[in-house]
Every structure is written in C-alpha cells, then in structure tokens.
C-alpha cells in the first residue's frame, strides 16, 4: 500500500478514536501551559535555589575579583534565567505544534465525517470495526464473515474512496 493510503488510514483511526486523541494532547497542551506558568513565576519573582557554593563568601573571604566583574552567585542566576528562558521557549514551539496538530485533525475529521455519513452502514460498521477497534483485516473478516481477502479488498476499496473524496474536497477549499 502506498504512503497516500497509509496516511488516509492514520487519519481514519484518528477519526474513529478522536475523543482519545484529543484528549491526550489537550492534556498534554494544558501540563506544558501550567509549566510555563512556573517558569514566567519563577522569572517574574526571581524564585531561585542556588547551590550553597555559589553563595558569595563575606570581604573578609575574597582574595582576588572575577576578570568579568561578577560574582559566581552572579554567574549562577544568569545561567539559571538562561536556561528557564530557553526551556520556555522549547515549551512555546511544543504548544505551537501540539495546537496546529489539534486543528489539523479536526480539519480533517470534518472532511472524513462528511464522507463516511454517505457511505451504507455496512461500509460503516466495518470501518469501525477495523480502525476504532484496531483490528487487523482478517480479525475483521471472521468478526463480519468474510474471506481474508475480501476484507482486504474492501479496505482497500473504503481507503481509495475516502482518500479521493479527502483530496478532491482539500482541493476546492
């Protein structure tokens, strides 16, 4: 099978298993906006731990100065901002990617939806047998009484249909 009908059937097990799907990267969407939340807290309140040897030793102490003009505590938060900072940012582009996800399925649950409505419920129900249930074709075939090869054929059939009507209508829109 081709990577064209392969992605189709990636598209309809999302389709069929939707509720799951999104839950898990709604999930996953709402832990990284708590996370940055800490982060911007951390940041906005300087609400750092730093190890017990960059804290900075009493006059008394010190022999010579840094070439750099700060201290090691110094050093210590800056490399701390920075890090915080990029994490933030790798979190960003994670929320940016997980919500262009979301939107993508549910484009194309839209499409597929509207298809699979036209379809008789036979077609339907093995469908859902196949990709909600995640069956492999000859589960499928002894679960509707049919040959192995002919549930193959029928999947075949169902993809190529669904595919075309997936690209003619991304095409006109």
Request: hydrophobic share 30%; proline share 2%.
């Amino acid at each position: 099978m081709d990577k064209r009908l392969k992605e189709m059937e990636e598209k309809l097990c999302n389709y069929f298993n939707r509720s799951k799907r999104l839950h898990a990267l709604n999930k996953r969407l709402k832990l990284l906006k708590d996370q940055i939340s800490e982060i911007n807290y951390k940041l906005e309140h300087i609400d750092y731990n730093l190890p017990d040897e960059s804290i900075a030793a009493g006059y008394e102490e010190r022999v010579q100065t840094s070439p750099t003009g700060y201290s090691f505590a110094e050093r210590t938060l800056y490399n701390i901002t920075d890090r915080l900072l990029k994490n933030k940012g790798l979190k960003e582009q994670q929320i940016a990617d997980i919500e262009d996800r979301i939107m993508q399925i549910e484009e194309d649950n839209s499409i597929i939806e509207d298809n699979i409505e036209s379809l008789d419920e036979e077609y339907i129900q093995f469908l859902k047998i196949k990709y909600k249930s995640k069956k492999k074709d000859w589960q499928v075939a002894q679960e509707l009484n049919m040959s192995q090869p002919n549930a193959t054929r029928t999947k075949n059939k169902l993809i190529a249909n669904i595919d075309n009507w997936f690209r003619f209508v991304k095409c006109v829109h």
